[in-house]
């Protein structure tokens, strides 16, 4: 055709030797290659075992191959793994039998339970989830003990809902098993009151001790991070006694402990905490009702002779000097809140 470059045809031989010498002929010397060796197999007298995942194909009785094919197909026995008739590995009997199904730390597969239902918690599948709490067995002290101390956590993390999660341990505090260790009687009540004393405890000594300088026996900090830990310690401390508050609402925590509670958020009223006078108004509100009786009168009424004195304190911006008249208001009027 014209305008298509025609090219000579090429020659046929039956020589393929003379073939790759007229090819390195015309190649530059850096290119050319020596020719290969070929190496002729017999596959008469040694019969091709067969091994998994490798295809052959079909062969005649001789078969030519090169260097190079041959160490290919040595790479590729290589990638292929051992071959079948390889010693098996020797295998150690287990000194525990293995059991299927059987999960190891069964007690930590409950608090996991427990933990999941205290995620769901809500006013509105309260009954459902409390029915579950029943089911999961709670049935040692170590499990209960570890229930306690996850409700006390979700409580300090989420205070808006430390309402339910009283009404919660007020139902399960009549509900769950009690256990008799060291001839002494376990509860479910008792145990949340050692866990309320030491997180009260713990949260008194953690403000104390952010506070303190290195010349005082405190970390070396800077001072940015010294009040840092301070607020912390005091947030974790106002969570605390949120959660006391409506806990003593549900006759779980005794009259002392409420007491001590308010004499720290009092604290010095001569240099007044916003955030604890704040923290005292809102508590007020919560138990003042359970608290405010005959015999704890001379008590409450030293009480709000220093929220009147506070109520006027210039050192508290507006908004707490008004939750302070709220709190007397309130009082005043028995408690009950005035619905408009």
């Not at 091994?51 to 292929?80: C, S």
């Not at 009540?189 to 000594?205: A, I, S, V």
Request: positive net charge; contains cysteine; aromatic residues 6%.
């Amino acid at each position: 055709m014209e305008g298509i470059p025609q090219f000579p045809a090429r020659a046929s031989t039956t020589n393929p030797d003379l073939d790759e010498q007229k090819r390195n002929q015309a190649l530059p010397e850096e290119l050319k290659v020596a020719p290969s060796t070929p190496v002729e197999l017999d596959l008469k007298q040694q019969p091709l075992q067969h091994q998994p995942y490798r295809f052959v194909g079909p062969l005649k009785n001789n078969v030519e191959i090169t260097h190079a094919e041959a160490h290919e197909e040595l790479n590729l026995d290589k990638r292929m793994g051992p071959s079948p008739v390889a010693p098996m590995q020797i295998m150690h009997k287990a000194k525990k039998k293995y059991v299927v199904g059987k999960v190891s730390g069964l007690e930590e597969v409950k608090l996991r339970q427990l933990n999941a239902i205290l995620n769901k918690l809500t006013p509105r599948n309260f009954e459902k989830l409390f029915k579950k709490v029943k089911e999961v067995n709670i049935d040692n002290v170590v499990t209960l003990s570890g229930f306690v101390s996850r409700i006390f956590h979700r409580a300090l993390m989420e205070p808006t809902f430390c309402e339910i999660y009283a009404n919660f341990c007020s139902r399960l505090a009549s509900n769950l098993p009690d256990f008799s260790e060291d001839n002494e009687r376990i509860t479910f009540k008792r145990l949340l009151l050692n866990k309320c004393q030491k997180e009260f405890e713990r949260g008194e000594r953690e403000e104390a001790e952010a506070g303190k300088t290195e010349e005082e026996g405190g970390i070396d900090q800077t001072k940015e991070e010294r009040e840092e830990r301070r607020i912390c310690a005091r947030r974790r401390m106002l969570g605390n006694i949120t959660f006391f508050g409506e806990l003593y609402k549900k006759r779980m925590l005794t009259e002392r402990i409420m007491h001590e509670c308010i004499k720290k958020l009092i604290g010095d009223f001569h240099n007044p905490d916003e955030e604890n006078i704040e923290a005292l108004c809102k508590l007020m509100s919560t138990i003042g009702e359970v608290i405010d009786h005959p015999k704890a009168k001379q008590h409450m009424d030293a009480y709000f002779e220093i929220m009147q004195k506070l109520s006027t304190s210039q050192k508290l911006s507006f908004r707490v000097r008004f939750l302070l008249r709220d709190s007397m208001d309130l009082r005043t009027n028995k408690w009950q809140q005035n619905v408009k």
